[in-house]
């Protein structure tokens, strides 16, 4: 077995454990530039059983402790249409900006002992780039143990990202078709969670082809998750930590045709017609006294309600050139207490605003993702057939993606749509995408689209495998 010391170091007040850091950051290098040393490939079947054996006996020996190693990374190149009066690092206002940065680095660990018990550990961090992380800074993001007491019931407890409301606000980030998750499932993101991740107790299980889980989480402090909050305006809500109420979450899915493993807190994008599923699913969230406003000089607190009803397709299709299509749809009905709006950009990479332009969005790729009233968010994707007759080129998929929102704090529905195409060199192992995206302007005044912007992105995903 494995003996650690750890001593620690403090970042932002937050408490690391400073050895860890140096060795996940040693694991990292000779992942990505010595993948010998972490495992070998061969054609002798024999040797690689024998390999795979004295690997686990030289860690472990008890043959029922099994260890799993993985991770993934996603380097971006990001042409963005920054929004009116955005500004760079020396407060110049710019129209435009092409960078690059890694969207999200993960290595991860799992430990199966016999087969009711496992512990899974990851770090990681997103949108390292020019403005924000440097390397090698990762931070613990997983850190959870499951019980299968029996398929219909298990118990997990810890740091993931377990989560109730839809398929997709616990989704797998490393097989979406395109290059980013759909905003809209993720209402508390890094206010009271951790890039997704939450402290939380569930209760999961299989009932025939219905899966359900039972979510109960501690929502992180602002001081943790390093939210700022802006003062809410008059009549209209934002998030408040003052009570840390428990969250209550909960999705149950009925799966049509195959049964998908819904043992990890993770929902898969797409299988590339590997499987013939058809789900629906419905989920709910709710906080106590989440949110708080303002009223002349009175505090009024309200609750978070949320719920959601979304259904999932992927399916294999036999044709000259067509191998599978995957198509998603769900509605989104948000309450977070009168005229809420949150605004985000996915790697933002302006720096401030010019206070003097009619911009509700806010600075660089903003725009109002969230908010109380109704969403609908789909896409859908084609993956052809193989190409290439003696050389195996991999697969293309292209997609679209549109979500219209009808929120309370604005005059006119927000509607953000995406297309894209996803090249598979090797499955999800290893995929180039190419994505544009077209974001409303909305007005600060009149609460109504003023002017549209695009957003271009290429991606490169590799998987240790």
């Known amino acids: 077995m494995f003996n650690l010391k750890l001593d620690f170091y403090k970042s932002n007040n937050t408490v690391y454990p400073n050895n860890v850091v140096k060795w996940?950051?040693?694991?990292?290098?000779?992942?990505?530039?010595?993948?010998?040393?972490?495992?070998?490939?061969?054609?002798?079947?024999?040797?690689?059983?024998?390999?795979?054996?004295?690997?686990?006996?030289?860690?472990?020996?008890?043959?029922?402790?099994?260890?799993?190693?993985?991770?993934?990374?996603?380097?971006?190149?990001?042409?963005?249409?920054?929004?009116?009066?955005?500004?760079?690092?020396?407060?110049?206002?710019?129209?435009?900006?092409?960078?690059?940065?890694?969207?999200?680095?993960?290595?991860?660990?799992a430990f199966t002992f016999g087969k009711k018990v496992k512990l899974n550990f990851g770090l990681g961090e997103n949108n390292f780039n020019a403005k924000g992380k440097t390397f090698p800074f990762l931070k613990i993001l997983d850190l959870y143990a499951t019980y299968n007491i029996s398929k219909p019931f298990a118990v997990a407890f810890g740091k993931s990202t377990y989560d109730g409301l839809s398929r997709y606000t616990a989704t797998s980030t490393s097989t979406m078709m395109q290059t980013d998750l759909p905003l809209i499932a993720l209402p508390n993101l890094n206010y009271t969670d951790d890039l997704t991740r939450e402290l939380s107790l569930v209760f999961l299980g299989d009932i025939g082809k219905l899966n359900y889980r039972m979510v109960f989480i501690h929502p992180f402090s602002f001081s943790y998750t390093g939210a700022h909050p802006a003062e809410p305006k008059p009549g209209a809500s934002q998030f408040t930590d003052e009570f840390n109420n428990l969250q209550y979450a909960t999705y149950i899915k009925y799966d049509f045709l195959e049964k998908e493993n819904n043992r990890g807190p993770n929902f898969r994008g797409t299988y590339l017609g590997a499987k013939k599923i058809?789900?629906?699913?419905?989920?709910?969230?709710?906080?106590?006294?989440?949110?708080?406003?303002?009223?002349?000089?009175?505090?009024?607190?309200?609750?978070?309600?949320?719920?959601?009803?979304?259904?999932?397709?992927?399916?294999?299709?036999?044709?000259?050139?067509?191998?599978?299509?995957?198509?998603?749809i769900g509605y989104f009905n948000y309450d977070f207490g009168p005229n809420y709006l949150r605004n985000i950009g996915v790697n933002n990479p302006a720096y401030g605003m010019d206070n003097g332009y009619d911009n509700l969005n806010g600075s660089g790729n903003y725009f109002p993702f969230m908010g109380s009233g109704e969403s609908v968010y789909a896409h859908f994707g084609v993956l052809f057939n193989k190409m290439g007759t003696q050389t195996n080129w991999g697969q293309l998929e292209p997609y679209a993606v549109i979500q219209t929102s009808n929120f309370d704090a604005l005059k006119e529905n927000m509607v953000i749509g995406n297309l894209g195409v996803s090249w598979y060199l090797k499955d999800h192992y290893s995929k180039i995408s190419l994505d544009v995206q077209n974001r409303p302007i909305f007005s600060n005044t009149t609460y109504k689209e003023t002017d549209r912007k695009y957003m271009c992105i290429l991606q490169y995903q590799y998987i240790l495998h």
């Open 24 to 109: 996940a950051t040693l694991f990292l290098f000779e992942i990505l530039f010595f993948p010998s040393l972490i495992y070998s490939q061969t054609k002798d079947a024999e040797t690689a059983k024998a390999n795979k054996e004295r690997f686990e006996y030289t860690l472990f020996k008890n043959p029922k402790i099994k260890m799993k190693v993985g991770g993934y990374i996603q380097p971006w190149i990001q042409y963005a249409q920054w929004n009116p009066g955005s500004t760079n690092e020396a407060g110049e206002v710019k129209t435009s900006d092409v960078g690059m940065s890694v969207r999200r680095l993960r290595l991860g660990t």
């Open 278 to 328: 058809l789900s629906l699913g419905v989920g709910a969230k709710y906080q106590h006294d989440a949110l708080y406003s303002i009223e002349n000089t009175s505090t009024n607190y309200h609750d978070m309600n949320l719920w959601s009803a979304d259904l999932y397709w992927d399916h294999p299709v036999t044709s000259a050139f067509v191998a599978a299509t995957s198509a998603y």
